[in-house]
Structure formats: C-alpha cells, structure tokens
C-alpha cells in the first residue's frame, strides 16, 4: 500500500488542485492496473492454460482411464474455475 500512498502524493504536488481529483484517479488507476498485472499475471492467460488441460484430461479420458493423480487434477483444475 506505500507504493500508492508515495505515487498519489507524488501527483498531489504534480496536480494540487481539487478540480484535478480525476487526472490523479486516472493515474491511480493504470498505477494500479500494472500492479495487478505484474503481481497476479494475466488472468485471461491463466484461465486458457486451464481450459486447455481439462480438454487435454477429458479427451484422455475416453481413451483410457485416468489415473488417480490424473482425476484429483482435472478435479483441482475444475474447483480454480
């Protein structure tokens, strides 16, 4: 939180009239877009990667069937969606 803290004081003296409150949100908020991107990754990304392996597991499974490991992870692919 003190990153955010020092960049929107940061823009308080850049812009220190009241009537700039939306150019400092505006800042804020691809500040914190960035944020979120760099600590959590992309999201869609994840998602797709996840779509990917439970199709991978279910075409594997009207092939053969799967192992124990093999269905406590499809199952654990299912609960993250």
Partial sequence: MADFEVFW???CREYPCD???VKKLGFLGKRL???NKSTFGDQNLK???IYNAITTLEDLSEVRPL???EKS???GLN???
């Fill in 73 to 75: 992870k499809l199952k």
């Fill in 47 to 49: 998602l797709i990667d």
């Fill in 19 to 21: 009537y700039r409150l």
């Fill in 9 to 11: 004081f940061d823009r």
């Fill in 33 to 35: 877009r960035q944020w």
């Fill in 79 to 81: 609960f993250e969606l």
């Fill in 67 to 69: 192992f124990v490991s």
